[in-house]
């Protein structure tokens, strides 16, 4: 295993321990919260929220984003819903029923009490998000409506149309506003983290770039907390945003925070066919689409007929065939792994043979325009734009691609990382999701983290710290930290090469989709982890940079988001090569039954990996060692997972 780890969880049941470790933080009396600074990167749900709640509790708070309005950070591109255990429609659900399918659906590769708190807080999401202005589509007689998602046989999803993340994001900004306006809360649009302060006793700060001047200077803090987002990014072609990054997160790794499950990272199956190299990134199409919409390819091989042309009895609706108790509804992974072995055996559709089709054929005909209208409206129009062709007449076409990244940053149950002081929020830390997330848990994990875990184990560690003064700006640790972010600046500048980042980054994400995608072998991810470090060292040689830093240069910050991704672009590879087994987004083609499901060795591989780093960032080798810690199961049977 390596150094095993310890989670922090209390000991005993599971269902209970989150409640015992609340009773057991130490607290912090509110004339003394205003001593404390703690500072919040990120400003999506997860960082909104923890900004917002530890501002309202009274301690000093400043926050940093690097949009020019906390509202743009991207989890308003989360579609389709926020799962609550709140069982309100009767249909067998409970917590228990929510732990079990979130272990499940992570195929057992993450921590057992994490989703308890997950499920327990996901009702005082619900009713919190309700209560500051989140719009969630509401039934006849005013209850709030909810909706399936995929690897569960209930409805637990709220909603707002096919835009929750916006709505939810909107309401989260907005609370973060009301802080700011009552003097709680400083926030620093356009600001990106190049570096951290960190010694032997903890992080102390963080060193900021104002991204329009290139003032690099830091920032002290008792505590921070990094809700800077996944880092699917690396693989260039993905759904998040385009600035969507994982410096943050790279730095404090750096720095000696250690690095969790870096390869579990998801394929959305209901991602829209890239249709151009040239594309900067893939669309997503909600997941809840998948309620209504049957997935098929034509069943002979090549078939180019129209796809009204072809009659049933000539499609494949493959979901529905191998998986009949879940059909469309079957995990991420399960249908990502489907649709591409479809694609792959030469039945996919379209000008690229690169999709399937999903259509609405019969949900139209049972329920009629309007209903569908109601429910996925803004979905069917996004997706006119994107492609020209109507939903409403003609199947959508999807195929999988990068969406996001189950692994972060290792932190125990209180959220802190490896190096005291710093925590994690969201997409960036790792607990929750295990092998595979479960669709509308990303809203809630984001949420319950930024709303009622941090405001709780933030100030449980500023308790013990009552009376430490801040590091001064002229103090070593910070003047090294600063000076370490402006050498990097420079040497990025200064290689004076003739290739830009952007192409390097693409050829990044090619290595990776070639070799650590959906499905994944040894010989492959060996040849991908020599690619990654030939680049890296032509990046260190050819790279160059337009312009200067000492004013906004976009250039400038994509190449330093690169160089990034060149490393930790390796040890993805290097942790799915140690990982021999298969297990949920993690397939590894030695490790599967004979029917082609993911086979997970749990006699050796119950346990998450988290690797620390050490050697050159300036393109030189670096070496990674594994620490471990053990995975136990008490209150989900630990079985292997089953659709049919």
């Known amino acids: 295993?390596?150094?095993?780890?310890?989670?922090?969880?209390?000991?005993?049941?599971?269902?209970?321990?989150?409640?015992?470790?609340?009773?057991?933080?130490?607290?912090?009396?509110?004339?003394?919260?205003r001593r404390f600074h703690v500072v919040v990167v990120g400003t999506g749900l997860a960082g909104a929220g923890a900004a917002a709640?530890?501002?309202?509790?009274?301690?000093?708070?400043?926050?940093?984003?690097?949009?020019?309005?906390?509202?743009?950070?991207?989890?308003?591109a989360a579609q389709g819903g926020i799962n609550a255990a709140r069982a309100r429609r009767v249909d067998g659900d409970s917590l228990r029923r929510f732990v079990a399918d979130t272990i499940k659906g992570g195929d057992f590769r993450g921590r057992e009490a994490e989703a308890f708190r997950l499920g327990e807080e996901s009702v005082r999401v619900i009713d919190h998000f309700s209560a500051i202005g989140t719009p969630f589509a509401r039934e006849y007689g005013g209850v709030l409506a909810t909706r399936s998602f995929g690897g569960v046989q209930v409805s637990r999803t709220y909603y707002s149309r096919g835009q929750t993340g916006q709505q939810l994001q909107i309401a989260g900004a907005q609370a973060l506003q009301r802080q700011i306006r009552e003097g709680t809360v400083r926030l620093h649009t356009r600001h990106e983290v190049l570096d951290l302060v960190v010694d032997d006793t903890g992080c102390h700060g963080v060193v900021v770039r104002d991204l329009v001047t290139g003032h690099i200077r830091a920032e002290t803090a008792h505590a921070v907390v990094l809700a800077t987002g996944g880092y699917g990014n690396v693989f260039h072609d993905s759904t998040l945003a385009v600035n969507s990054n994982a410096s943050a997160v790279w730095r404090a790794h750096q720095r000696g925070a250690l690095l969790a499950s870096p390869s579990f990272v998801q394929f959305h199956p209901t991602a829209l066919p890239k249709d151009s190299q040239w594309q900067a990134k893939t669309i997503l199409m909600s997941e809840s689409l998948r309620n209504d919409g049957r997935i098929w390819v034509p069943a002979r091989d090549g078939d180019d007929r129209a796809p009204g042309d072809i009659p049933d009895t000539e499609r494949d609706f493959f979901l529905e065939r191998r998986y009949p108790a879940f059909g469309n509804l079957v995990p991420r992974d399960v249908a990502s792994r489907a649709i591409t072995a479809e694609i792959r055996a030469g039945r996919g559709v379209g000008p690229r043979r690169n999709s399937v089709y999903l259509d609405f054929r019969d949900a139209l005909a049972r329920d009629g325009r309007e209903k569908i209208t109601a429910r996925?409206?803004?979905?069917?129009?996004?997706?006119?734009?994107?492609?020209?062709?109507?939903?409403?007449?003609?199947?959508?076409?999807?195929?999988?691609?990068?969406?996001?990244?189950?692994?972060?940053?290792?932190?125990?149950?209180?959220?802190?990382?490896?190096?005291?002081?710093?925590?994690?929020?969201?997409?960036?830390?790792w607990a929750y999701h295990g092998a595979n997330r479960l669709g509308a848990n990303s809203l809630l994990s984001a949420s319950?983290?930024?709303?009622?875990?941090?405001?709780?184990?933030?100030?449980?560690?500023?308790?013990?710290?009552?009376?430490?003064?801040?590091?001064?700006?002229?103090?070593?640790?910070?003047?090294?930290?600063?000076?370490?972010?402006?050498?990097?600046?420079?040497?990025?500048?200064?290689?004076?090469?003739?290739t830009g980042p952007e192409h390097f980054h693409r050829e990044l994400g090619e290595i990776l989709y070639a070799g650590c995608g959906v499905t994944r072998t040894a010989e492959g991810l060996t040849e991908a982890i020599g690619r990654i470090r030939d680049l890296r060292e032509r990046f260190w040689t050819d790279l160059r940079v337009t312009g200067t830093g000492a004013h906004l240069n976009q250039v400038l910050e994509l190449a330093g988001r690169v160089a990034d991704y060149l490393e930790l672009a390796e040890l993805m590879?290097?942790?799915?090569?140690?990982?021999?087994?298969?297990?949920?987004?993690h397939f590894r083609d030695k490790?599967?039954?004979?029917?082609?499901?993911?086979?997970?060795?749990?006699?050796?591989?119950?346990?998450?990996?988290a690797w620390s780093s050490t050697g050159d960032d300036r393109g030189g080798p670096r070496t990674f060692a594994r620490h471990a810690e053990p995975l136990d199961f008490s209150a989900v049977e630990l079985t292997t997972r089953d659709y049919r």
């Open 573 to 585: 590879c290097v942790d799915a090569l140690d990982r021999e087994e298969s297990c949920g987004a």
């Open 53 to 76: 709640a530890l501002g309202e509790l009274g301690y000093r708070v400043t926050a940093f984003t690097y949009h020019d309005a906390p509202r743009r950070a991207h989890s308003v």
């Open 591 to 609: 490790y599967q039954t004979p029917d082609g499901e993911a086979q997970r060795r749990d006699e050796t591989w119950c346990f998450a990996s």
């Open 376 to 429: 996925y409206g803004n979905l069917f129009e996004m997706y006119a734009h994107a492609t020209g062709e109507d939903p409403y007449t003609v199947p959508m076409r999807i195929a999988p691609t990068c969406h996001f990244t189950m692994g972060g940053l290792w932190s125990d149950y209180d959220l802190q990382t490896s190096i005291p002081g710093l925590f994690v929020g969201g997409e960036c830390g």
């Open 1 to 33: 295993m390596g150094e095993v780890l310890s989670s922090g969880a209390p000991d005993g049941d599971p269902a209970t321990a989150w409640m015992r470790r609340r009773d057991s933080y130490g607290l912090v009396s509110p004339g003394n919260r």
């Open 448 to 498: 319950v983290d930024g709303w009622f875990t941090l405001p709780y184990s933030v100030p449980g560690h500023l308790a013990t710290r009552l009376g430490e003064a801040l590091p001064a700006h002229d103090d070593d640790v910070v003047v090294e930290a600063v000076n370490r972010a402006r050498a990097r600046v420079d040497a990025l500048l200064g290689i004076g090469g003739s």
